[in-house]
């Protein structure tokens, strides 16, 4: 991945991107305002005792963002049709329910995590592995949760703010998630390495192919967008969507 994590699980709650349209939902244009209007006091409010180094991960991201993991994913949003897209994003989606049901579970959202297994369970066999979203028509409803999310419904902090090499934005607590999160991904555990170095590509231009609408978007002190925009994500995960601050119960 690349600083453009600090997006990547934005479309999974509820935010839907249409490349070609550009078209963003409500939620998405809810955070993208937040970001805007809190990036003037970002240094204040960001817990961001590492930005030196920070910085110099996140630059050395984005060039590599630039010079070929965005060209790729422009290509390749071009050229594939609309249903082979759709349906690679299926698989991939469906890749991650098996985390998604594990947290639900481990944060006592049981009914979510049952759902969840289900959605497993039906996509993986009538959906053809995953790449038709069988169980979605049949009213079992996505979720996104991750390891990340669960320590932090169980009280556990963010910790200083994190640019990972390659990964992109995170914390701390995210950090020692994701080491977690990467051991229920079923596709490392293939036996073919370059098959699974092909998965791991493909899910990541699958990911940033969602996001080239937001590119645009972009203004100012690119690394402090990015990082506030990751953090303001990174809480409406963890409070459910419930989203406290200036908006209120807007």
Not at 94 to 106: G, M, P
Not at 181 to 208: C, G, K, V, W
Not at 221 to 230: G, P, V
Request: hydrophobic share 45%.
């Amino acid at each position: 991945m690349t600083c453009y994590s600090a997006y990547s699980k934005v479309k999974h709650v509820n935010i839907e991107i249409e490349v070609c349209s550009r078209r963003l939902s409500p939620i998405a244009i809810l955070i993208l305002l937040t970001v805007f209007l809190i990036v003037p006091n970002a240094n204040a409010q960001s817990y961001d005792p590492w930005r030196n180094t920070n910085q110099i991960i996140f630059a050395v991201n984005d060039y590599f963002d630039q010079l070929l993991v965005r060209p790729i994913t422009f290509t390749y949003t071009l050229s594939a049709p609309r249903a082979v897209r759709k349906g690679v994003g299926n698989f991939f989606s469906n890749s991650r329910d098996i985390n998604i049901a594990v947290n639900n579970a481990l944060q006592f959202k049981f009914q979510s995590a049952i759902s969840d297994a289900g959605r497993v369970v039906v996509n993986s066999t009538i959906g053809i592995a995953g790449i038709l979203d069988v169980a979605s028509s049949l009213g079992l409803d996505k979720h996104d949760e991750d390891f990340g999310q669960t320590f932090g419904a169980w009280g556990l902090g963010t910790g200083p703010y994190l640019v990972l090499p390659v990964l992109g934005a995170s914390n701390l607590r995210d950090a020692l998630g994701l080491v977690l999160d990467t051991a229920f991904n079923p596709i490392q555990y293939l036996e073919e390495a370059s098959l699974r170095l092909a998965l791991f590509s493909a899910e990541e231009i699958d990911s940033r192919s969602g996001l080239l609408a937001l590119d645009e978007l972009v203004s100012g002190d690119k690394y402090i967008f990015f990082r506030e925009a990751s953090i303001q994500n990174r809480e409406y995960l963890i409070n459910d969507g419930q989203i406290e601050g200036e908006f209120g119960d807007f």
